[in-house]
């Protein structure tokens, strides 16, 4: 099933959008513009930072469940407004444009100098737990399938820790939406946005990608069969290997300094 908007601005000519888009999308707009709001909010968040390469068009196509043309018109709208620049070889990266100037304000609020690791998982804790019990019990089946699809292919991006953090955004968005509460989704976005400089060092590490899509598959496992008890205590293991891996990762880098 399509429905059909009118979109104005850069994105005018490409006002179908379908309805099995997932990933947390709640507003009637076009496919290209939801791409390229995902690729800006990456960026305003510093989870892509000036001189990352994009993936590639194929997964990027994988990681949001879309076609090649409207990803593409994402992409050149992108690279028009700067935010991107277009390399030999049809791969994408970041452009100087500093991430620091586009932060939402409540973001930054939460400044990086008062983080505490244990206060942000604890706060995840409460709020994603929540999420994946309302997607157990509110999600239809073609979310949960789609939860599902994200967490398998998600071993395919072991060796790109920048891909796999697109398409773990993605799975993550994906369960918020499912839950069907957008105030308690927010939040939880915040509450993932927060530490990702660590995240990403972290992402990095060998056999950390591949723990993480065991756990996301083991969620959305769960998720699918409507096992609010399971996909509970599966996520709250995988928050827990992400919060020590972050631990870990900030001893390292203080190793460094």
């Keep these: 099933m399509s429905a059909f908007t009118k979109i104005d601005g850069p994105f005018a000519d490409m006002a179908e959008r379908t309805d099995d888009f997932g990933g ?5 707009r076009s496919i290209a513009e939801q791409v390229a709001n995902r690729v800006m909010g990456m960026i305003k968040s510093g989870n892509l930072k000036p001189g990352d390469r994009l ?3 194929q997964q990027m196509g994988i990681a949001f469940g879309i076609s090649r043309p409207p990803l593409r018109e994402a992409l050149k709208a992108l690279t028009l407004m700067g935010v991107l620049a277009s390399r030999q070889g049809g791969r994408y990266t970041v452009t100087d444009l500093s991430p620091s100037r586009l932060v939402a304000p409540f973001n930054t609020a939460l400044s990086m100098a008062d983080y505490d690791v244990h206060h942000q998982f604890e706060a995840r804790k409460v709020v994603d737990i929540a999420l994946i019990r309302l997607c157990a019990e509110r999600a239809s ?9 994200l967490a ?16 773990d955004i993605e799975y993550h968005q994906a369960i918020n939406a499912g839950a069907g509460n957008p ?10 946005d927060l530490g990702l400089d660590v995240r990403r060092t972290a992402s990095e590490r ?3 990608i591949a723990k993480s899509v065991r756990q996301h598959t083991e969620v959305a496992e769960a998720l699918l069969a409507g096992d609010a008890e399971a996909a509970a205590t599966a996520y709250s293991a995988h ?4 919060r020590d891996t972050t631990i870990q990762a900030m001893a390292a880098l203080k190793e460094k300094v």
């Design 24 to 28: 947390g999308v709640l507003e009637r």
């Design 206 to 208: 060998l056999g950390i």
């Design 239 to 242: 928050l827990e290997h992400v």
């Design 183 to 192: 105030l308690l989704a927010s939040l939880a976005q915040v509450l993932y």
């Design 141 to 149: 089946l073609e979310l949960r399938q789609r939860i599902l699809k």
């Design 55 to 57: 993936p590639t068009e």
């Design 152 to 167: 398998v292919d998600g071993g395919a991006f072991e060796g790109d820790p920048v891909a796999f953090r697109l398409i």
